[in-house]
């Protein structure tokens, strides 16, 4: 058994923001990680919606950016008692076949789910990145 001589540098430390993450992408334009994180409950990140963090170390990750409000999703669709989720980019013309790659025009997709779990709907939509100097 091998004892490990410096233990307090192999403490776990959460990484701030990440509970919420439902997608992750190399946005290699900007050399950087992209993760998509969906705060539909706790309001911690903000008022409910989908946010963008970036890292170039996948440890220190950028305060999260609004993307869209729960509220703005909810004018666009027909009354109901929906719930969103899975919230990932996906750029069509990714070089690899995960789609983990994105460019400057990826889209962004999402899931509308009816409370019953009877009814599903794909959404996507074209959004732009751009990286902030």
Do not use: C
């Not at 970036?54 to 999703?73: E, G, H, M, R």
């Not at 400057?104 to 751009?130: M, S």
């Amino acid at each position: 058994m091998k004892l490990v001589t410096h233990p307090e540098h192999n403490v776990y430390t959460p990484v701030p923001y990440m509970f919420a993450v439902t997608g992750l992408n190399v946005y290699q334009s900007a050399n950087v990680v992209v993760a998509t994180l969906w705060d539909y409950w706790d309001h911690e990140l903000g008022p409910p919606g989908m946010y963008l963090t970036t890292s170039t170390d996948l440890v220190n990750w950028t305060k999260p950016t609004l993307v869209v409000t729960l509220a703005d999703i909810l004018k666009n669709d027909p009354k109901g008692s929906w719930l969103y989720a899975d919230f990932s980019l996906i750029d069509p013309t990714a070089p690899d076949m995960n789609f983990s790659i994105i460019g400057d025009h990826p889209y962004l997709y999402y899931v509308r789910l009816d409370l019953n779990g009877q009814d599903r709907v794909l959404f996507r939509q074209p959004i732009t990145l751009t990286v902030n100097q």
